[in-house]
């Protein structure tokens, strides 16, 4: 299967910090997704990305799609304690329209 | 809106035994997917479903079956519990299959099987 690899694992940071989290493929993706999960919940969609090079932002969360289709990283600025739970990338390759790849998550955790 | 529902919430089985978990959507949609979560990983595809009758396997279907009577409800089956299901399970749907994927999640279902 496709292998999606999402850093950091964890993150420990004080509240008003900037946070960067990236996914990297070894595979091309034709869209990429960032999901938020809170504890006991189900994951909730933050971000769709669709076109390489393609920067969208969602409030204070910020995406992109990197250019080789390969990659995509997920900023949040000045975070707040709600902001803590885990954040997971997505990608879509083509032909498999049926079927994400998910990366492995990064728990967020925020300081006050 | 209740969206996607699981239930149960939580279930504690031993080896050898049976359950199934339910899936219920009200927004009409017609893909529903099953999917596991296991600490350091992502989300895992078991089986889908592309509309009422069909269903499909996914990433890791061993051990599970699923059906799709009603374009509301799929139900995730394991007929013979292990400890290697233990795991959250979630169920999603989605309105549309095309280059997108934008998928609503359930809240989830903590399985344990001692």
């Known amino acids: 299967g496709q292998q999606l690899n999402q850093s950091p694992q964890s993150m420990f940071i004080q509240e008003g910090e900037d946070v960067s989290m990236n996914c990297t493929s070894s595979s091309i993706f034709n869209t990429w997704l960032w999901y938020k999960q809170d504890p006991g919940e189900g994951p909730v969609l933050l971000i769709a990305l669709y076109k390489a090079g393609e920067l969208t932002s969602n409030g204070r969360l910020t995406a992109q799609f990197g250019i080789t289709r390969k990659d995509s990283f997920l900023n949040i600025s000045a975070s707040i304690p709600s902001d803590v739970g885990i954040y997971f990338c997505a990608g879509q390759t083509p032909g498999s329209a049926r079927q994400l790849t998910f990366g492995s998550g990064t728990q967020l955790t925020v300081l006050p | 809106n209740a969206g996607v529902t699981q239930t149960p919430k939580f279930r504690v089985l031993k080896t050898g035994q049976s359950m199934t978990l339910l899936c219920a959507q009200d927004?009409?949609?017609?893909?529903m997917y099953w999917y596991r979560q296991d600490p350091g990983m992502g989300l895992r595809l078991i089986h889908y479903s592309v509309g009422e009758g069909t269903t499909a396997k996914g990433e890791v279907p061993d051990g599970y079956n699923v059906s799709r009577l009603k374009k509301q409800n799929f139900l995730l089956g394991l007929e013979s519990a292990a400890p290697s299901q233990t795991s959250v399970y979630f169920c999603?749907?989605?309105?549309?299959?095309?280059?997108?994927?934008?998928?609503?999640f359930g809240s989830g279902t903590q399985l344990s099987v001692l």
């Open positions: 999603a749907s989605s309105y549309e299959l095309a280059t997108n994927e934008k998928l609503f």
């Open positions: 927004m009409n949609h017609e893909y």
